[in-house]
């Protein structure tokens, strides 16, 4: 062999040597970017589970909630039928005082008082029961409009929470198929 050929064949191998020496480079970069993506992977993986996680949270939140308005519908039902009550009481109430007017008339000055006292019952049980509807209807305007409010905060948050999950997963699909 002569010395130019041994000197090409040298530059040759100090030409594939630096080739080998790039390609090793880019294969490490290309090594990097891909644990790189994993990492990236990893993290939206874990955000995916922290979004469900939070998104379970709420769900069992508002069930509990729901539950609660139910109990408290039950609890407004056992009260309007408490009040119905107290009606026909002030209604039985009502009648005696109509037959004690009719007594009073034929009796002395002592049924008179008598009457009076059971009139002032009369009138302090309707206003009790004047109360109570006021408050039973305020209550139920109340909870009607925080049982609305909650359904419309819930909804928006679920469908808020369902197009980030969409994201999320368009993009771990992504990350899935380059890989």
């Known amino acids: 062999m002569s010395k130019q050929s041994f000197r090409d064949l040298k530059n040759e191998i100090e030409l594939k040597n630096a080739e080998i020496d790039e390609l090793s480079m880019e294969l490490e970069n290309k090594n990097e970017e ?69 007594q009073v008339n034929n009796t002395n000055e002592n049924l008179e008082l008598q009457l009076k006292k059971i009139s002032k019952t009369y009138e302090n049980l309707l206003a009790q029961k004047d109360m109570i509807i006021e408050n039973q209807d305020k209550i139920i305007k109340d909870l009607t409009k925080s049982n609305e409010e909650i359904i419309k905060s819930n909804k928006t948050n679920i469908i808020s929470l369902k197009l980030q999950n969409d994201k999320y997963q368009e993009v771990i699909e992504k990350l899935t198929k380059s890989n």
């Open 34 to 102: 891909i644990n790189k993506l994993k990492l990236y992977s990893t993290k939206l993986k874990y955000e995916k589970k922290n979004l469900e996680d939070k998104l379970d949270t709420k769900i069992d939140y508002d069930k509990a909630r729901i539950n609660e308005l139910n109990d408290l519908e039950e609890k407004l039902i056992e009260k309007d039928k408490i009040i119905e009550d107290k009606q026909d009481q002030i209604k039985y109430v009502r009648s005696l005082v109509d037959d004690y007017k009719n």
